[in-house]
């Protein structure tokens, strides 16, 4: 049975009080030519059930650090990850990772790379993992581009396939690291668009790293707003406006103004 069928979107997204992730007082020290430099200090926040996270701070400040030990790809100098309570301390298949950078297989087909990953973990029939990548196919819209290779599509179709073979997986919780930053500007707000729509069908716990703040104002539920030098986390801003939202709206500006203010503190 396909749990992802059976999620039902409700308004009782906190009603359980338990984090589906959530990092503790993590500290980060790199040690270059001998000196030690604190790239992340004490940063703490959760992130519930089907909530959709952004982390936002100006290039540098330690973003791509804290997603890594959040992945469990780095340990921290300090601090801890839970998982529904539980301390993580290496990656694990209930957090997926999508990647600004191309990590598509180049010799497998739009079709294959979004079956690759669920061939390894599902016990399901054949005959089911075809349904599930026909319907991922067409939820990203791609179900025309099926059979063709990486080479062959966009930079956006790129990202598309980066998002199915993610999403079709069922992870728990979902790190995203700018994935849109190297997409033009129209192709970008698509994709923005068509990740809202997505989380909106299919809830998924998602944190979302970006120095955009209109990217970040346009998907978060929250956006935790980072300082840099050290990183900390400055403010947790709320964003409570319907979706889809619009960047020329007056109360979107309002937001956008607030996240300038804390950057610039
Ligand atoms: N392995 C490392 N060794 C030393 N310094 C690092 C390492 N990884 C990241 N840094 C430093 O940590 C800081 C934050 O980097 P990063 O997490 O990539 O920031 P962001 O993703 O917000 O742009 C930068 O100053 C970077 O040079
Ligand atoms: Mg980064």
Not at 4 to 26: C, G, M, Q, W, Y
Not at 125 to 148: C, M, P, W
Not at 232 to 260: A, C, M, T, V, W
Request: net charge negative.
């Amino acid at each position: 049975m396909n749990v992802f069928k059976e999620k039902v979107k409700t308004n009782l997204r906190h009603a359980s009080t338990i984090p589906a992730l959530e990092a503790t007082d993590i500290t980060m020290r790199f040690k270059v030519n001998g000196i030690s430099k604190t790239v992340l200090d004490r940063i703490s926040f959760a992130a519930y059930r089907d909530e959709f996270t952004c982390i936002v701070g100006e290039s540098g400040c330690g973003k791509t650090t804290l997603l890594n030990i959040l992945a469990g790809f780095l340990p921290p100098s300090a601090g801890e990850v839970t998982v529904m309570g539980t301390a993580v301390h290496r990656p694990g298949p209930d957090r997926c990772v999508v990647f600004q950078e191309d990590t598509l297989f180049p010799w497998l087909t739009v079709r294959e790379n979004i079956a690759f990953g669920l061939k390894g973990v599902s016990r399901e029939s054949k005959r089911h993992i075809k349904e599930e990548v026909d319907r991922f196919l067409a939820l990203v819209g791609l179900t025309d581009y099926q059979n063709y290779l990486p080479r062959e599509i966009s930079s956006g179709m790129k990202q598309r396939v980066e998002l199915a073979r993610v999403l079709i997986l069922e992870p728990h919780i979902i790190l995203m690291d700018e994935p849109f930053a190297s997409l033009d500007y129209r192709t970008r707000r698509e994709m923005q668009n068509l990740l809202v729509s997505l989380w909106q069908k299919l809830p998924q716990t998602i944190l979302f790293v970006t120095h955009d703040v209109d990217e970040a104002i346009v998907l978060g539920d929250k956006i935790e707003i980072m300082d840099i030098n050290p990183g900390r986390i400055h403010e947790e801003l709320h964003i409570p406006l319907e979706r889809p939202r619009n960047i020329s709206q007056n109360e979107f500006g309002l937001y956008r103004d607030k996240l300038h203010s804390f950057l610039c503190d």
